[in-house]
């Protein structure tokens, strides 16, 4: 069973081709649970009118950020393998099969993929989102410059063990998950472009470079984050231990 969770918020404009390139790869027991962070748009509109039973809609009755929602969205998935999506993304066809088929080994727990980015108008500007920021797997890489893009991403269950919840001084999901899944067992980047990443005025995360301040507060709390997983696997001692 596949779960892809996705958090919403004001996605009226892209959230329903998105969708649609979605379903299209998904089957009857799969689903996708969608976290609504307390939208003023179409948003719950457009979803409801798909009427498809394996939407599943969560309501935020105030907004609370796209981190806590993600967490939210995580915590509820049944599936076996978990798919992050965006709201205003394009699933490219055999996106699930691919990544499905990448999880042959056991120490596999995340894939990630590449992804042609393009505007909003669905433009591509680069081909391959991996030679655009110079992504690869790695911890020391990803602690130093994040390249896990979190709506390319997918893990297994079994990793709700050690990264929920996100630790609350997280910037985002996908460098925690990253490098959680790094420090346990193996992260697969694939060089295939299986999504377009639509960047665009109102897209959540900039890739703007941050102020030395900043940079240093984020560093401080990503190794409490990393402290705090390895806490986590004492109590799960089975992830140490991993064929």
């Not at 892209?14 to 962070?37: M, P, T, W, Y």
């Not at 969560?58 to 992050?84: H, M, Q, T, W």
């Not at 993304?89 to 990448?102: A, G, M, R, S």
């Not at 990264?163 to 295939?192: K, N, Q």
Request: hydrophobic residues 45%.
């Amino acid at each position: 069973m596949i779960s892809v969770c996705m958090a919403v918020f004001n996605g009226e404009q892209f959230l329903e081709r998105q969708l649609e390139s979605i379903l299209k790869q998904l089957g009857d027991d799969d689903e996708i649970v969608i976290v609504n962070d307390a939208s003023e748009d179409n948003t719950v509109v457009i979803i409801d009118s798909m009427h498809d039973p394996r939407i599943r809609l969560l309501e935020n009755k105030k907004n609370i950020g796209p981190l806590k929602s993600f967490e939210k969205s995580v915590g509820e998935a049944r599936g076996d393998y978990i798919f992050f999506a965006d709201q205003d993304d394009l699933w490219l066809p055999n996106k699930v099969q691919y990544v499905i088929d990448c999880f042959i080994s056991s120490r596999v727990l995340a894939v990630v993929t590449d992804a042609k980015v393009a505007n909003e108008k669905e433009e591509i500007m680069h081909e391959s989102y991996f030679k655009w920021r110079n992504s690869g797997p790695g911890f020391l890489k990803n602690f130093y410059k994040n390249s896990f893009l979190g709506c390319c991403m997918a893990i297994r269950k079994e990793c709700k063990d050690f990264i929920l919840p996100f630790p609350p001084f997280s910037y985002m999901h996908d460098r925690w998950i990253g490098l959680a899944c790094t420090m346990v067992g193996e992260v697969r980047f694939l060089p295939c472009p299986l999504l377009i990443y639509r960047r665009h005025e109102s897209t959540v995360t900039q890739m703007k470079p941050s102020c030395i301040w900043k940079i240093f507060n984020l560093r401080f709390f990503l190794v409490l984050s990393l402290v705090m997983v390895s806490l986590r696997l004492l109590r799960f001692r089975r992830f140490l231990f991993l064929p």
